[in-house]
């Protein structure tokens, strides 16, 4: 089930479970699924170092004699911006990079895949001829019939059984379009 729009992002979370986004008018039903990736972990240990940072600062008197309050405050930032993002910065090369905006949606007609940059990519149901769940990895390869070329879908599933569920979900959808035609 679709809680927002792939396309344009409007909430789909009052409406019934098959119907068109009011916002865009693409067609999504009960069947759909949507994958994206979550905030990182990155995201989190950079904003507790800004916190903790912060903290210690804050208790700290400061380290030099300080004219006034507005200096000492205006020091006091300066090390907690530089503490914050030492601690994102570490914490995204040791668990990786932050993919923004990289998302994947089943829907009734294509495939639509959203990568980190550019505009999103539509594959027909017709032009797949099958996909596979890789769980060790947690990604999706999406054979193409065409091309005869693999295309993955990773960075985008939490768990083995979520990257399962969206190859199936893949599956049934091509199958659904072999039959309709």
């Given amino acids: 089930m679709l809680y927002s729009c792939p396309e344009c992002g409007y909430s789909l979370r009052d ?6 986004c009011p916002e865009c008018g693409l067609k999504y ?19 507790s170092a800004y916190v903790l940072g912060g903290v210690w ?3 700290q008197g400061s380290f030099l004699p300080m004219p006034n309050r507005v200096v000492a405050l205006l020091y006091k930032l300066g090390w907690l911006s530089f503490y ?3 601690g994102y910065r570490l914490a995204r090369t040791t668990l990786g990079k932050y993919q923004r905006g990289t998302m994947a949606a089943v ?17 027909s149901w017709k032009k797949i001829s ?5 769980r060790g990895t947690k990604t999706v390869a999406i054979f ?9 879908i990773s960075g985008v ?7 399962e569920r969206f190859a199936g979900a893949i599956n049934r959808r091509i199958q659904l379009a072999a039959d309709a035609s």
């Fill in 15 to 20: 409406l019934p479970p098959a119907h068109t």
């Fill in 29 to 47: 039903d009960a069947e759909c699924l949507m994958a994206h990736l979550r905030i990182p972990p990155t995201f989190w240990i950079g904003l």
């Fill in 57 to 59: 600062l804050m208790q």
């Fill in 84 to 86: 914050g993002y030492m």
């Fill in 107 to 123: 829907l009734p007609d294509y495939l639509f895949l959203f990568p980190d940059e550019g505009d999103g990519l539509r594959i």
């Fill in 130 to 134: 099958r996909a596979a769940a890789n």
């Fill in 144 to 152: 193409l019939r065409d091309t005869r070329t693999i295309r993955n």
């Fill in 157 to 163: 599933f939490r768990t083995a059984d979520e990257c």
